[in-house]
């Protein structure tokens, strides 16, 4: 099969559309995206026994555990197919068009091949699953990247998980036309895994319901599952910056690492498809750019980014730097940019609160309501609620740009308190404090990138952390 360059998330918020094209599948229109609609998900097998799939001591640190690319109809192994239920269709190996192969849902069924309308059927619950993964030293993490097509229909289920025991599982599961994608795209999901355990599993799986509605299914490729044997930093499990709760003290992102689970993406205008936004990894750096290479200009947008960390902490600090950058594609400096930090929403990101910056030196506290992530211009539906408004704020880099200008940022979350910093060569200036009950459960956090008028911003974030507080 056809080998793309893998651009990966976690998450988020966001889809990454793969670079290839699957001639015998396609969709006319994309649905909402992943980290809208994922939920945890517990779930048990009843496997038969199996022998080790890898038994040998591994060096220290990220080792490959398996690549699977399905090149022909006989390449599921070491991957089993198993069947829940008394039907023959099940995970197979199926031909997607033009001699490229994929596991699909019912590649396991009479037919090799997929002809363009197929569709998976009633009361399906299929599975695919590799392991036991055994080993004499400590896995501390699991890294599973796929590549996947999806068209579901509602209370019919995508499930990816894993187990420690062979039975039980857990994971995440989407449903619905909302997984409804127009290509295909690529994901990572990320696991900590508990101390002592000492075999692993990990599993694909689909279930559809007994309703008569039925759609292609799910289809996957170039499948790579790792295991870190020499690591104790747990990062959180992201699938296209799905996120799970993970009970960690805090979390640190330096953006050193591609794959730690941030959206990867560009975000295009419906009118003519030119791009809206760009985010990505740079240079050990995670980017928000705002249109820089069109003339349609960006109108007055903004981008918001949920992090691929669940906050899981009631009082909690975070912090974050950044700079704007003059990419090579800008010819005026930023002048009308600004930056922000999301340091308390609610779980679909709907309504944020922000700690804003712009190029000039200036910062506001701002809530905005009704958000339609990820991309949103001011005005409808969008709502603006200035709480802090703007105003001159020392310590704030000042018409610069460049790493050297970096901007240092702090929030301290205490309860239904929020305390506003600039850090200025390690001294705090108070931007203000509030007091809010909404700061009690609005725990989400992220990043913005705006820009007020017409001019193009370059964002770049570094060192982003959040760690509780007594």
């Not at 056809?2 to 990454?16: E, F, I, N, P, Y």
């Not at 094209?21 to 396609?26: D, H, P, V």
């Not at 709907?350 to 701002?366: I, K, M, P, R």
Request: charged fraction near 20%; glycine fraction near 10%.
């Amino acid at each position: 099969m056809t080998k793309w360059m893998r651009m990966l998330s976690v998450v988020v918020v966001a889809l990454l559309l793969i670079l290839g094209q699957r001639s015998a599948l396609s969709l006319s229109s994309p649905g909402s995206s992943f980290e809208e609609y994922a939920e945890p998900v517990t779930f048990t097998l009843d496997l038969p026994p199996r022998t080790t799939t890898a038994a040998d001591t591994p060096p220290s640190g990220w080792q490959l555990l398996n690549e699977q690319d399905f090149p022909t109809n006989s390449s599921l192994p070491p991957w089993e197919s198993v069947n829940n239920q008394t039907g023959s269709e099940q995970w197979g190996v199926g031909e997607i068009g033009a001699g490229n192969w994929g596991a699909w849902v019912r590649g396991g069924a009479a037919q090799a091949s997929f002809n363009s309308g197929e569709v998976y059927t009633d009361g399906m619950d299929t599975w695919l699953v590799y392991g036991p993964i055994a080993s004499s030293e400590q896995v501390y993490e699991l890294k599973l990247l796929f590549d996947y097509f999806i068209s579901l229909r509602e209370n019919d289920y995508f499930i990816a998980g894993y187990s420690t025991d062979g039975t039980n599982f857990e994971g995440l599961r989407v449903t619905s036309l909302q997984m409804t994608l127009p290509a295909w795209a690529g994901a990572e999901l990320r696991w900590p895994v508990r101390e002592g355990a000492a075999q692993l599993w990990v599993a694909f799986g689909f279930t559809s319901n007994e309703d008569g509605q039925v759609a292609t299914g799910v289809w996957l490729d170039h499948l790579e599952l790792f295991a870190n044997y020499g690591s104790t930093v747990y990062l959180p499990s992201v699938l296209n910056n799905w996120a799970q709760v993970v009970e960690t003290p805090g979390f640190l992102d330096d953006f050193s690492d591609g794959a730690s689970g941030w959206p990867r993406r560009y975000y295009n205008r419906e009118a003519d498809g030119g791009h809206f936004m760009d985010l990505n990894y740079v240079d050990e750096t995670y980017r928000l750019k705002v249109l820089l290479d069109g003339d349609g200009k960006n109108n007055q947008q903004m981008g918001f980014v949920k992090s691929p960390y669940t906050n899981v902490y009631t009082s909690y600090n975070l912090t974050v730097d950044q700079y704007f950058a003059r990419a090579t594609d800008q010819v005026v400096d930023p002048i009308d940019g600004k930056g922000g930090l999301v340091f308390g929403a609610n779980d679909d990101f709907s309504t944020v609160y922000v700690l804003e910056w712009n190029f000039q030196g200036n910062c506001a506290v701002t809530r905005y309501d009704d958000v339609p992530y990820p991309v949103s211009g001011y005005g409808d539906p969008l709502k603006e609620t200035p709480l802090v408004g703007w105003h001159s704020c020392p310590g704030l880099a000042r018409e610069s740009y460049g790493v050297e200008h970096t901007n240092h940022l702090r929030v301290e979350v205490r309860d239904n308190v929020a305390t506003l910093y600039i850090v200025d060569e390690g001294t705090q200036r108070q931007v203000t404090q509030l007091v809010n009950d909404h700061f009690q459960n609005h725990h989400r956090v992220g990043l913005l990138t705006g820009a007020f008028n017409w001019t193009p911003v370059e964002s770049r974030f570094d060192n982003f952390r959040v760690e509780p507080v007594e």
